[in-house]
């Protein structure tokens, strides 16, 4: 992991400073030995799937953006993955500090996909492959970081991958927000996949990250020169992450980085049934001796509501923490408009209220409508840089609560007091709240928005020109900490407009 150094006693150092001072290079002091070089830790093998092509029968199943990827110069494949995975198990106590040994225990065959979506010219390749665990809470494959994240994705020209981990995702659950797993949806196409449980799917990801990295007789990337790998998880599959973090990545070194996006209190087991059950901790943090740094992006949803709140740890060399006031761990954008956006249209950006998906999702309030996707498309940027160069992302408060560490400070409008501020809460046009709510059985995952009336905005800012000035103001501090994009700002500063006529209508 960390190189070893050797830290010389400081009297024999002052000693050697002082002789070095008096002698003439003649009086034979012997120099004091050269340290040992830094032990280079011994990295485990990841085995080497094998890799095909699906069946030719329809084409391939992901709940995705919805334009065509060829409009922003992007092509998608899938790919079958198969081999012989390990499950894990542990070598010490499973702590909260995340200093995990884990050690290979039994194998299973298994066979998933996976798919790509990467720049149709490799000149426009950045060179950096980001990795998300598909989510399976709805009962099936899902990639929200995507969702969120991939105006920045696509425009910066990272490859993106979905890792089928999970058994749900290929097979189902019992309680499913639709019968989409892959096997329900074509079972032609996918009816030779096999999952072994979800104690190999840690292996599993792993295994896919090395036929990114080091293909073997199928590139699944064609050629493309990867300078860096990036694991995403969100929600479920940031639980998978943190205990991927903590105990798998120390034995093989997969990747270079991890964004583990909405995580809630501890992780997921690192063996479950029909496997050995091997649980982790009620609170699990990052482990500190980590070779690579980790970003935890938080929304108000997962401090209070999924108890991240007792997972907190302070900012580190290798380790940031973001929480955004404001947001949700579902949203409007994330789960409903967003999907159409190419990054292009500014009206993706306009705070609406919505109360829910449609024939998915039906929630009693129009659900969340703030500034997450905007944050963490910065948060992406600040891991990437942060990984390929070493700049680490700026630090910012955490959201505030109140002494028992059970509610929010909020202002007099209603909004959270702390952590990243954006225009969504510094220049508000209305309540903005990740504390849930009630509807359909994830709606308590995708918060509030409770728009200002006309009379409300004309309190705060008069007329349109005060709106947009106060906009503005807000956005070159989020700028200037790093906060929000300048790509995205453009898009913020022409939605001002639009935004007040939606709710002064005539003024």
Request: hydrophobic content about 40%.
């Amino acid at each position: 992991m960390n190189p070893i150094t050797h830290r010389w006693p400081l009297a024999l150092g002052l000693s050697f400073s002082l002789l070095v001072g008096c002698s003439d290079g003649s009086d034979g002091v012997p120099a004091p030995p050269e340290p040992p070089p830094p032990v280079e830790p011994d990295y485990l093998p990841i085995a080497q799937p094998g890799v095909a092509d699906p069946p030719d029968e329809g084409d391939l199943f992901l709940l995705s953006t919805t334009f065509d990827l060829a409009e922003v110069g992007y092509q998608q494949r899938e790919y079958f993955l198969s081999g012989t995975a390990t499950a894990f198990g542990n070598l010490n106590e499973l702590s909260s500090d995340g200093a995990w040994e884990a050690e290979p225990a039994g194998t299973a065959d298994y066979r998933t996909r996976v798919v790509v979506y990467r720049p149709s010219d490799a000149a426009d390749f950045s060179g950096t492959v980001l990795v998300e665990w598909l989510n399976v809470t709805a009962g099936f494959d899902t990639g929200p970081s995507y969702g969120s994240g991939h105006v920045e994705m696509l425009r910066q020209g990272h490859v993106w991958v979905g890792v089928s981990a999970q058994r749900v995702g290929i097979e189902g659950s019992g309680t499913p927000v639709a019968p989409l797993n892959l096997k329900a949806v074509n079972p032609a196409r996918y009816g030779t996949l096999e999952h072994p449980g979800d104690s190999f799917s840690y292996d599993m990801f792993s295994q896919a990250a090395q036929a990114l990295r080091e293909p073997a007789e199928v590139d699944l990337l064609d050629g493309l020169d990867v300078q860096q790998m990036i694991a995403l998880g969100e929600s479920q599959s940031a639980g998978r992450l943190m205990t991927y973090i903590n105990a798998i990545h120390p034995l093989y070194n997969t990747f270079d980085g991890y964004m583990v996006h909405s995580r809630g209190d501890g992780s997921s087991p690192l063996s479950q049934e029909p496997e050995a059950e091997i649980p982790t901790p009620e609170s699990v943090r990052v482990r500190e001796d980590l070779n690579v740094p980790v970003f935890n992006f938080q929304t108000e949803t997962d401090v209070l509501l999924l108890g991240a709140i007792n997972d907190r740890q302070p900012d580190s060399d290798n380790f940031r923490l973001w929480e955004v006031a404001g947001t949700a761990h579902g949203d409007y954008y994330s789960f409903i408009i967003g999907r159409e956006d190419t990054g292009a249209d500014p009206r993706f950006l306009l705070v609406e209220e919505a109360n829910g998906i449609p024939g998915f999702l039906n929630c009693a309030r129009p659900v969340n409508a703030g500034p997450m996707a905007w944050v963490f498309g910065a948060a992406l940027r600040a891991l990437d840089t942060w990984v390929r160069d070493g700049t680490p992302p700026p630090t910012e408060e955490l959201l505030r609560v109140d002494d028992s560490n059970s509610a929010f400070v909020k202002d007099e409008r209603g909004n959270v007091l702390g952590g990243v501020r954006t225009p969504w809460v510094d220049a508000p046009v209305a309540v903005l709240s990740g504390e849930g709510q009630e509807g359909d059985r994830l709606c308590f995952l995708f918060g509030t928005t409770v728009l200002f009336d006309a009379a409300q905005m004309a309190a705060l800012y008069v007329d349109q020109a005060g709106y947009e000035a106060a906009v503005t103001e807000s956005l070159d501090r989020a700028l200037e900490g790093g906060f929000l994009l300048p790509e995205d700002a453009e898009r913020i500063r022409a939605v001002a407009p639009l935004q007040w006529q939606s709710q002064v209508p005539g003024d």
